[in-house]
């Protein structure tokens, strides 16, 4: 480990005008304050950073009554948000280890170690040993230029290695989420993992099971819907973690050489997607990561006398079902999948007379383009996607036209309020 301060100037225009005020603010009320973590990073690596955090030895109660703006939030890691102009800062309180004889209230772990409330006060160097990664434990100060790095993270951004902080089977236990971050950015940086620091997620990617469905669905957007979902997926099959994150359904999902090709494809082109600034939907990639499975339940219902229409909607509900046990996927994301599904049979059939209705469906195009990667992966032939590439260049102003209508779809009516008379 190294304890260092060094001169390592960045330019103020490299930060931006929220966290520099609020780095200032917090010094001007004489309290420590620093920049910290993935911002100065990606500083050390020539990027330009989109969010700034700090970190400062103010408590949410100090830093609230030094900001207008701020407003606390969280239970399990209570943080404060300070808003500028358009910008959001989240501020965070040092922090250090807890034992189990300190209070209920400020520090909290289950019977396997996992921190369920992290809200222990701390020092500077006693911060940087609670982070999960060297190279997020990068502290700078804006306004002296120095940047304090206590465990060796500036050496290790050089040498591209991601390393867990502490022994890393206790960290899982304490967070099981950290083998995830592991991945993430040693998917999105590029870089190594180190061997400890990999070696203990096999020992310990069960306990991912144990994580909330809701908060395994945020860290699902981190790892799917950040432009690097591919090499992403690819560690987390490695280190048999994807199961674990998105229930057991999973396994029938990536059965065969087909099932993966068309996953990797997805994801892909869901990545070219968010590098050229377009935009992209959770549902559209669930529905092909899940698309396997799908089908394999909805040959099987067909199997038992279903027409397919019928065994692709019954498929689609216990898919849907069954990978929300372990993460809870928000309704509005299910539904699409659904549909998404749904449609598939009703493109193959190509019936005239529903030709409009299905290009003004609001989730057409993307059944469309799964219907492409299903032609790509698979032996099924490309007349179903010719005749409606056709339809498209016939009725181009149809495509995804109902989409307001689907929106309003299973909306409550308000009723009218009655006009009160008067007495």
């Not at 030709?355 to 299903?374: E, P, S, V």
């Given at each position: 480990?190294?304890?260092?301060?060094?001169?390592?100037?960045?330019?103020?225009?490299?930060?931006?005008?929220?966290?520099?005020?609020?780095?200032?603010?917090?010094?001007?009320?004489?309290?420590?304050?620093?920049?910290?973590?993935?911002?100065?990073?990606?500083?050390?690596?020539?990027?330009?950073?989109?969010?700034?955090?700090?970190?400062?030895?103010?408590?949410?109660?100090?830093?609230?009554?030094?900001?207008?703006?701020?407003?606390?939030?969280?239970?399990?890691?209570?943080?404060?948000?300070?808003?500028?102009?358009?910008?959001?800062?989240?501020?965070?309180?040092?922090?250090?280890?807890?034992?189990?004889?300190?209070?209920?209230?400020?520090?909290?772990?289950?019977?396997s170690g996992r921190l369920l409330r992290d809200n222990v006060y701390g020092s500077l160097e006693e911060d940087a040993q609670r982070r999960d990664l060297t190279i997020n434990?990068?502290?700078?100060?804006?306004?002296?230029?120095?940047?304090?790095?206590?465990?060796?993270?500036?050496?290790?951004?050089?040498?591209?290695?991601?390393?867990?902080?502490?022994?890393?089977?206790?960290?899982?236990?304490?967070?099981?989420?950290?083998?995830?971050?592991?991945?993430?950015?040693?998917?999105?940086?590029?870089?190594?993992?180190?061997?400890?620091?990999?070696?203990?997620?096999?020992?310990?990617?069960?306990?991912?099971?144990?994580?909330?469905?809701?908060?395994?669905?945020?860290?699902?957007?981190?790892?799917?819907?950040?432009?690097?979902?591919?090499?992403?997926?690819?560690?987390?099959?490695?280190?048999?973690?994807?199961?674990?994150?998105?229930?057991?359904?999973?396994?029938?999902?990536?059965?065969?050489?087909?099932?993966?090709?068309?996953?990797?494809?997805?994801?892909?082109?869901?990545?070219?997607?968010?590098?050229?600034?377009?935009?992209?939907?959770?549902?559209?990639?669930?529905?092909?990561?899940?698309?396997?499975?799908?089908?394999?339940?909805?040959?099987?219902?067909?199997?038992?006398?279903?027409?397919?229409?019928?065994?692709?909607?019954?498929?689609?509900?216990?898919?849907?079902?069954?990978?929300?046990?372990?993460?809870?996927?928000?309704?509005?994301?299910?539904?699409?999948?659904?549909?998404?599904?749904?449609?598939?049979?009703?493109?193959?059939?190509?019936?005239?007379?529903?030709?409009?209705?299905?290009?003004?469906?609001?989730?057409?195009?993307?059944?469309?383009?799964?219907?492409?990667?299903?032609?790509?992966?698979?032996?099924?032939?490309?007349?179903?996607?010719?005749?409606?590439?056709?339809?498209?260049?016939?009725?181009?102003?149809?495509?995804?036209?109902?989409?307001?209508?689907?929106?309003?779809?299973?909306?409550?009516?308000?009723?009218?309020?009655?006009?009160?008379?008067?007495?």
């Open positions: 480990m190294s304890d260092t301060m060094a001169s390592q100037r960045f330019r103020t225009d490299d930060f931006s005008p929220g966290a520099n005020h609020v780095v200032s603010r917090l010094q001007e009320n004489g309290f420590d304050a620093y920049v910290v973590g993935g911002a100065v990073r990606d500083l050390l690596l020539g990027g330009k950073p989109k969010d700034f955090d700090v970190a400062t030895n103010a408590t949410p109660e100090q830093i609230q009554r030094c900001f207008r703006s701020a407003r606390a939030v969280g239970r399990r890691f209570q943080i404060v948000h300070v808003r500028y102009g358009r910008e959001i800062i989240e501020v965070t309180t040092f922090r250090r280890d807890h034992t189990d004889d300190q209070a209920d209230s400020a520090g909290r772990s289950s019977q434990a990068l502290y700078y100060d804006t306004s002296t230029h120095n940047l304090i790095d206590q465990l060796g993270g500036q050496a290790d951004v050089a040498a591209g290695i991601i390393r867990i902080i502490g022994d890393p089977a206790e960290r899982y236990r304490e967070d099981p989420v950290r083998m995830l971050r592991v991945l993430r950015f040693a998917a999105r940086l590029g870089f190594t993992i180190a061997t400890a620091t990999e070696t203990a997620i096999a020992h310990h990617n069960h306990l991912l099971r144990d994580i909330p469905p809701a908060r395994l669905f945020d860290e699902w957007l981190k790892l799917f819907m950040n432009g690097f979902s591919a090499p992403t997926c690819q560690l987390l099959r490695k280190h048999d973690l994807l199961i674990h994150l998105m229930g057991d359904v999973m396994d029938t999902a990536q059965a065969n050489e087909h099932s993966t090709q068309l996953q990797n494809m997805a994801m892909t082109n869901t990545d070219q997607r968010v590098a050229d600034d377009r935009p992209v939907t959770p549902a559209f990639l669930l529905a092909a990561l899940l698309w396997p499975a799908t089908e394999t339940r909805a040959a099987l219902l067909a199997e038992q006398g279903e027409s397919a229409i019928q065994a692709m909607h019954q498929a689609g509900q216990q898919i849907v079902l069954e990978a929300s046990q372990q993460m809870a996927i928000p309704k509005r994301f299910s539904l699409a999948m659904r549909d998404i599904w749904d449609l598939q049979p009703r493109l193959e059939r190509r019936q005239p007379k529903k030709i409009k209705d299905l290009l003004a469906h609001r989730w057409f195009r993307a059944a469309f383009d799964l219907r492409l990667l299903r032609e790509q992966t698979s032996h099924l032939g490309d007349g179903c996607s010719s005749f409606w590439t056709a339809q498209q260049e016939k009725y181009p102003d149809l495509v995804g036209s109902a989409r307001g209508r689907q929106e309003d779809r299973g909306r409550r009516r308000q009723r009218p309020r009655r006009r009160q008379r008067n007495a």
